[in-house]
């Protein structure tokens, strides 16, 4: 019903940049009454729990963890249903498997629903 496809993770040196990009598709929008109300980015290392990096709404407001604000950029192509995630200035501890996540609500459901892609590995080589 629906797909979240990232692209862009790989392997940076320290100080480097990487583009996440996430296209969200699928059955679900064709009817045009379905809408994507936020789009997102966690990671998660070995042992831990999924955090959130950033998240962006339909009005354009942001949230971002505090150890990536100034570094990262989180933005959004509503038209293509994609999110986009600018790193910068990245550090070891930026490694990772980012997961690009969609708020969705359908014409009838009482709440949004959330959809996952399938993570995409970011390493940062010191």
């Known amino acids: 019903q629906v797909q979240l496809v990232e692209s862009g993770g790989g392997l940076v040196q320290a100080g480097g940049s990487l583009r996440l990009s996430c296209a969200a598709s699928g059955s679900i929008f064709m009817m045009n009454n379905a809408m994507t109300n936020a789009m997102g980015w966690y990671r998660q290392t070995p042992g831990n729990e999924r955090e959130l990096v950033a998240r962006?709404?339909?009005?354009?407001?942001?949230n971002y963890a505090d150890s990536v604000k100034g570094r990262f950029a989180i933005s959004r192509d509503n038209a293509k249903n994609t999110v986009y995630l600018q790193m910068n200035s990245l550090k070891p501890e930026d490694t990772a498997v980012y997961y690009c996540?969609?708020?969705?609500?359908?014409?009838?459901?009482?709440?949004?629903?959330?959809?996952w892609g399938q993570g995409t590995q970011v390493t940062v080589s010191s």
């Open positions: 962006i709404i339909n009005d354009g407001s942001t």
């Open positions: 996540n969609a708020d969705i609500r359908r014409l009838g459901w009482p709440n949004d629903r959330r959809y």
